[in-house]
């Protein structure tokens, strides 16, 4: 069975910064692109930043773009978002995900598929931006 662990979360003032974690376990790691999404109350959930199964493709949401790193050690086993000079707006419920399947895809792709059953889905770490 398929296990997806965030932490990392945190209550943060405005213009600092925390990195999130994500390991997964009941799969192939290094098969597998991941990302990570969020949810603001009252929002829908959105894709933040995905990465290719190598690491070596990236996206970030335009939102995010300059403020956070996205990385994966799969040596490891463990998915990483690195949050810099963050804002109030950044407030949320942030969400690893596995794409379901052992396979390359596209990590704009990936983070498109933000409500679908493609994906395997911690249960979400808070972090709270104070201004």
């Known amino acids: 069975q398929v296990q997806v662990v965030e932490s990392g979360g945190g209550l943060v003032q405005a213009g600092g910064s925390l990195r999130l974690s994500c390991t997964a376990s009941g799969l192939t790691f290094n098969d597998h692109g991941l990302g990570w999404f969020r949810q603001a109350p009252g929002k829908e959930r959105e894709g933040v930043s995905c990465i290719s199964r190598s690491g070596g493709s990236t996206y970030y949401a335009d939102s995010v773009k300059g403020r956070?790193?996205?990385?994966?050690?799969n040596a490891k086993n463990t998915l990483y978002l690195q949050m810099n000079s963050l804002k109030p707006e950044?407030?949320?419920?942030?969400?690893?995900?596995?794409d379901r399947y052992p396979r390359y895809v596209t990590p704009s792709v990936l983070c498109s598929k933000s409500d679908t059953g493609d994906n395997y889905w911690g249960q979400g770490t808070q972090v709270t931006v104070s201004s």
């Open 68 to 73: 956070f790193t996205i990385s994966r050690d």
């Open 90 to 98: 950044d407030t949320a419920m942030y969400y690893c995900a596995a």
